[in-house]
């Protein structure tokens, strides 16, 4: 990059957002994140991480870090409503398919080694979001909220699967969600009892699935998944809670103590499962990023790495063509076919996941069992944990 430091506005501080602020300031950039929470947000559920997208945290320095935060999950375990083992697989064959190199990480807690490594270098807005956006004239004047305006080079939405930026720029989230057909809820609980250190617990029935993983200092995450045909989302917490009830009302196991579990949590997350698909990730001085750009979901297993993935790609492209937008053009042909296997690969993975029936339950359990045999497991995971893609080595 040469000439004058570029100002570029990132709409969003969760994983995309300071990922991509860490590669700008790498390659000279001058990078501003908006983000509409009052304070950093470091809840959410328990990703696995692998992949390129490990591999770039390694090179930003900040793998220590991860790791130290992360759990090495020795199995996945699927159990009657009795509690007895109904099915699971040990991880194993996931270390040994990555070479080691595998975490298991809360969400929150990833965002925020990396938050941490760019909030003394950069200016953010919490407690603000993008309320207008102008093109013109070779850069981008943005009104804020609750802040006054400022001018910018570029605009990035990194603002996940309900995007401002992309709402105001490109139109009604409506044109974009592509609802899977599922629905998440997370929650993180203290002094949940029991607790099996380092085993993923779950219990299912058709269409809907309930899983708990010991965390450390007394902490549990649960997590419920549900097969919904309605995509839209109750708005208030009180309704949210009694949403999840309501579907979980009645299993066995352990559900009615996790439900109880919900009048004590104060970090519910509840959203659609949903993929956002466009014919173009960018307009002009403003592109998009993460979630806001293509939102795998939760069923791929790998959003948080394509995220920081994006990030770094887009973060070079800018640097290679000097702050200008033709890098978006890039950009999106350098990662276009990959993030739309990820896609396909998630959506057809779902039917697996909360299988639709008792006997899908039955045969998703007994199946799961066949991951403990080397060279079954070998076969099953030797697509889904490549990463299909080529990075440039944008430093050089």
Wanted: net charge negative; with cysteine; charged share 25%.
């Amino acid at each position: 990059m040469t000439g004058d430091r570029k100002r570029i506005l990132i709409s969003g501080a969760g994983i995309a957002g300071p990922a991509l602020a860490w590669w700008l300031l790498r390659f000279g950039f001058e990078p501003t994140i908006v983000e509409i929470a009052p304070r950093f947000r470091s809840g959410g559920y328990i990703i696995d991480f692998w992949g390129k997208g490990f591999d770039l945290v390694e090179e930003m320095g900040l793998l220590p870090e991860v790791e130290r935060a992360g759990y090495h999950v020795r199995e996945v375990r699927f159990v009657n409503s009795d509690g007895s083992r109904a099915g699971g697989f040990s991880t194993d064959p996931f270390f040994q398919a990555t070479d080691g190199r595998f975490t298991s990480i809360p969400r929150g807690s990833l965002a925020k080694i990396i938050w941490e490594s760019v909030r003394d270098r950069i200016d953010c807005r919490f407690g603000d979001e993008v309320a207008a956006i102008e093109q013109g004239g070779g850069g981008v004047a943005v009104e804020f909220a609750n802040s006054p305006g400022a001018n910018f080079d570029l605009v990035i939405g990194a603002d996940g699967l309900h995007s401002r930026v992309r709402e105001l720029v490109f139109g009604p989230e409506g044109q974009f969600e592509h609802f899977l057909g599922y629905r998440l809820a997370a929650l993180t609980v203290d002094g949940y009892e029991p607790r099996v250190p380092d085993s993923y617990m779950t219990y299912g029935v058709a269409a809907r699935q309930a899983s708990r993983f010991a965390m450390r200092e007394g902490k549990t995450m649960i997590l419920f998944i549900w097969r919904e045909q309605d995509s839209r989302l109750p708005q208030s917490e009180a309704e949210r809670r009694a949403l999840i009830r309501q579907r979980f009302g009645g299993l066995g196991w352990e559900v009615p103590r996790m439900l109880e579990s919900l009048d004590s949590a104060d970090d519910l997350y509840l959203d659609n499962v949903s993929q956002i698909r466009m014919a173009a990730w960018s307009n002009d001085r403003v592109g998009l990023t993460g979630d806001a750009a293509w939102a795998p979901s939760f069923l791929a297993g790998e959003g948080c790495g394509l995220a920081i993935i994006g990030s770094y790609v887009l973060a070079g492209e800018l640097a290679r063509a000097s702050g200008e937008p033709a890098a978006f053009a890039v950009y999106e042909k350098r990662l276009r076919s990959f993030i739309g296997d990820k896609q396909k690969m998630a959506a057809r993975f779902g039917g697996a996941f909360v299988p639709k029936t008792t006997l899908g339950i039955i045969v998703r359990n007994w199946a799961s069992s066949l991951l403990n045999v080397g060279p079954v497991a070998k076969l099953a995971l030797s697509s889904g944990l490549s990463d299909d893609i080529e990075l440039p080595d944008y430093s050089a």
